[in-house]
Nanobody, 124 residues
């Protein structure tokens, strides 16, 4: 059974940095693409960043390019996925979800495994 647990959320001021972490465990998870999505109140869940199983390729939403960095560390049936968020803006306020999929991409439909989410609040 695959489990994903996010950590590192919190309340910060505009311009600050924050790093989210996702601990993923379970069979074959280290061969899955991993991603971060976010959902603000009253809005649909949206793609933020994705990384291939090897870490060789990454993709970002236009709104976070140049500010956010996704990375991962694989170890047997465990994966640590990170989202380094710099120059945070109030519009980055959302619940951030870690997700895993057999294939790399930005489509929410392709992601099979999901964490419970971590709240990030950016004050102006």
């Amino acid at each position: 059974q695959v489990q994903l647990v996010e950590s590192g959320g919190g309340l910060v001021q505009a311009g600050d940095s924050l790093r989210l972490a996702c601990a993923a465990s379970g069979r074959s998870i280290s061969t899955h693409a991993m991603a971060w999505f976010r959902q603000a109140p009253g809005k649909e869940r949206a793609f933020v960043a994705a990384i291939t199983w090897s870490g060789a390729s990454k993709d970002y939403a236009d709104s976070v390019k140049g500010r956010f960095t996704i990375s991962r560390h694989n170890a047997n049936n465990m994966v640590q996925v990170y989202l380094q968020m710099n120059s945070l803006k109030p519009e980055d306020t959302a619940k951030y979800y870690c997700a895993g999929a057999p294939r790399f991409g930005a489509s929410i439909q392709q992601y099979t495994y999901w964490g419970q989410g971590a709240q990030v609040t950016v004050s102006s």
